[in-house]
């Protein structure tokens, strides 16, 4: 996890939020590259879940919502975590994860009283483990939500608007509004990505847990109880696309919720084996029944009910919900992206093998020495091509053609041309107008006539 880190800080993918400040624990920003990638994930991520998929629409929710909302949700009741804090060093400490850490089951879904047992029969351990007395206080319930003053002019605090906890309350209350408007028939599927916050206790590793997060959502909309087969092919879909953006299927599993929320008539999650963390969850995979619309025309007292247009019967469907933090995908992609190989040399290569479509740059392009002027010339003619096919065209010209090499397998750019003399016929006449492609994974290099470059790279 550190050389990933270190790797995404030097070459531009994620930069500690506020660093010039000291940082701001739990929130990461995304440099030049890493927002290219990111970009990138979200793309194919909506490709998979929008247009390759029927009545899927897209969705774009306004992140503040009434305050009525949490309460419907169960947020600003349930939504927390268990906490004790060391009264000698105000050190705050998640009790479910410190339990887990020394392998007794425990999950943020038990009861204050349950978790009080088993935190008190293993407390000492936990103390030693994080260099503190034991002089804990009792285990409380800590709400994550984030609370704003928006529209609170006179500072009182009361009923705060909230940054939302989960992403999917935004479909939620537009599901009336596109059945309206859209006439979708079930089942139908809204699919978002945004923004969520929490006031994780002890945000760590990297983009894995944060305090601020995008997650990419898909809800689907389904007749009750008729889910099963429907619930099986999500789960495997799912899967089945991380494996086609190139993640190992040996770094993925699935594992079932023994501890169902209540109102989830089952849940699933991915499960990628994260570096220094092992088996952690990537992506959640509930069916959450019909208690989110039901729930939602409680408190707001609009009938949400579908109106069947083959039975003429009214109903509120169920929910069945994938959802995944961009941040942990991005850690994922980067994670299993990352290689170090031995060189003949002695010296070790880190190489980036991500999948063409995801990294940052598709190309690099450079002349072999920068000053000479007919070099970089054609060297801007190629660049200027490319770039109108591909887009995401790095012109790079920084040290040595060792040094840009090193420096693009680095960011994970899949093929470098270099412009050298040769292409210009000033050595062998044969291999006038050609450039040397050079491939990321194997090291290898071709000659390839500019004229095919295109078709080639393709
Ligand atoms: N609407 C369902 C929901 O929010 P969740 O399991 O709490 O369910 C879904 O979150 C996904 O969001 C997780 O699988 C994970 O990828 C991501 N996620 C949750 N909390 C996160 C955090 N603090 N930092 C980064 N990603 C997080």
């Keep these: 996890m550190e050389k990933i880190t270190s790797l995404a800080k030097r070459r531009g993918f994620v930069f500690p939020g506020s660093e010039i400040y000291g ?3 739990g929130v990461y920003d995304f440099g030049p590259n890493g927002v290219e990638l990111l970009n990138n994930l979200k793309r194919l991520w909506w490709k998979a879940n ?25 947020h600003t009741t349930g939504f927390s975590d268990p906490i004790v804090e060391c009264r000698d060093t105000q050190t705050r400490l998640r009790v479910d994860k ?24 293993h407390k000492d351990t936990i103390a030693k483990r994080n260099n503190l007395s034991g002089n804990f206080t009792p285990v409380r319930a ?26 999917c309350q935004g479909i939620y209350l537009n599901y009336k509004n596109v059945v309206d408007s859209m006439s979708p028939k079930l089942p139908f599927g809204l699919v978002q990505i ?61 594992k079932q919720h023994d501890n169902l929320i209540f109102y989830c008539a089952e849940a699933w999650d991915i499960e990628y084996n994260f570096p220094s963390l092992g088996w952690d969850e990537l992506e959640g995979i509930h069916d959450r029944t019909d208690y989110d619309l039901t729930q939602h025309m ?4 609009v009938d949400l009910r579908y109106l069947d247009p083959e039975t003429s019967e009214r109903y509120i469907p169920w929910i069945l919900e994938t959802s995944v933090g961009l941040g942990r995908m991005f850690l994922a992609v980067l994670a299993d992206a990352y290689h170090e190989e031995e060189l003949e040399d002695g010296k070790t290569r880190t190489v980036l093998k991500l999948h063409p479509d995801l990294a940052p740059y598709r190309v690099a392009v450079s002349p072999l020495l920068k000053n000479k002027p007919e070099l970089v ?24 053609v060792g040094k840009r090499y ?53």
């Design 377 to 400: 010339e054609k060297a801007r003619e190629v660049f200027t091509t490319l770039k109108r096919e591909f887009g995401n065209v790095a012109w790079d010209d920084n040290g040595n």
């Design 298 to 301: 409680e408190f707001s007292g």
């Design 23 to 25: 940082g701001l624990a």
């Design 194 to 254: 945004n923004k969520a916050f929490r006031n994780e206790i002890s945000p760590r590793n990297f983009l894995f847990r944060t305090r601020e997060m995008e997650q990419a959502d898909t809800q689907l909309f389904v007749k009750p109880n008729e889910n099963k087969d429907t619930f099986t092919q999500i789960k495997q879909d799912r899967m089945d696309w991380y494996v086609s953006i190139g993640i190992k299927p040996e770094n993925l599993r699935f």
């Design 50 to 74: 929008v247009y390759d998929k029927e009545s899927h629409y897209g969705l774009d929710a306004g992140m503040f919502k009434h305050p009525r909302v949490w309460d419907a949700s169960g």
């Design 406 to 458: 090193r420096r693009q397998d680095e960011i994970g750019t899949p093929h470098c041309v270099v412009i050298d003399f040769d292409t210009l016929g000033q050595e062998d006449p044969a291999n006038a107008d050609t450039v040397t492609v050079r491939d990321r994974d194997t090291g290898e290099q071709q000659r390839v006539a500019i004229a095919d470059l295109v078709r080639r790279l393709k």
């Design 98 to 121: 410190e339990l887990e850490a020394i392998g007794i089951t425990a999950d943020e879904k038990m009861s204050t009283t349950e978790l009080q047992k088993l935190f008190d029969e």
């Design 142 to 167: 800590f709400n994550l939500l984030v609370k704003s003053n928006l529209g609170d002019f006179a500072s009182e605090g009361g009923d705060p608007v909230y940054l939302p906890g989960e992403a």
